[in-house]
């Protein structure tokens, strides 16, 4: 299950915007970007060099939008092996984005995962539906 999916499941009515489930072009990005209350950058090995990915984090900034940084925390699955990779690997007008905001650790362990969860919710002003 992706991050999206764990965070509309555990928020009733967060709707959660994704590029390439969307229109991929950079009118698309932008019009998704702008029409999101935050922004929330995932940060995994190499995203910052990507040129959509840097396009969106510039959207983002241009527009003002809260940045919610959460990085990836398994090498399995994209994980840097250090934080500072990730700072390194973003372009000088993108440095900023880290301190915007403190990067919440994504694990995939059910019990640390929820806590990560709570976090990401709570960075964007929501909480977690209780059963």
């Given at each position: 299950?992706?991050?999206?999916?764990?965070?509309?499941?555990?928020?009733?009515?967060?709707?959660?915007?994704v590029d390439?489930?969307?229109?991929?072009?950079?009118?698309?990005?932008?019009?998704?970007?702008?029409?999101?209350?935050?922004?929330?950058?995932?940060?995994?090995?190499?995203?910052?060099?990507?040129?959509?990915?840097?396009?969106?984090?510039?959207?983002?900034?241009?527009?003002?939008?809260?940045v919610i940084?959460?990085?990836?925390?398994?090498?399995?699955?994209?994980?840097?092996?250090?934080?500072?990779?990730?700072?390194?690997?973003?372009?000088?007008?993108?440095?900023?984005?880290?301190?915007?905001?403190?990067?919440?650790?994504?694990?995939?362990?059910?019990?640390?995962?929820?806590?990560?969860?709570?976090?990401?919710?709570?960075?964007?002003?929501?909480?977690?539906?209780?059963?």
């Amino acid at each position: 299950m992706t991050l999206k999916l764990f965070l509309e499941r555990a928020c009733t009515g967060l709707r959660c915007w994704v590029d390439q489930d969307q229109d991929p072009t950079e009118a698309g990005m932008r019009q998704g970007i702008s029409n999101s209350s935050h922004y929330l950058l995932y940060l995994t090995k190499d995203a910052l060099t990507r040129p959509a990915v840097q396009f969106e984090a510039r959207t983002a900034l241009s527009l003002n939008k809260p940045v919610i940084l959460v990085r990836e925390t398994d090498p399995r699955w994209g994980a840097a092996s250090s934080f500072d990779d990730y700072i390194r690997d973003a372009p000088d007008d993108l440095k900023v984005l880290f301190s915007l905001s403190t990067a919440i650790p994504w694990f995939r362990d059910k019990e640390f995962r929820d806590v990560s969860l709570r976090k990401i919710l709570r960075a964007a002003g929501m909480t977690v539906d209780e059963p």
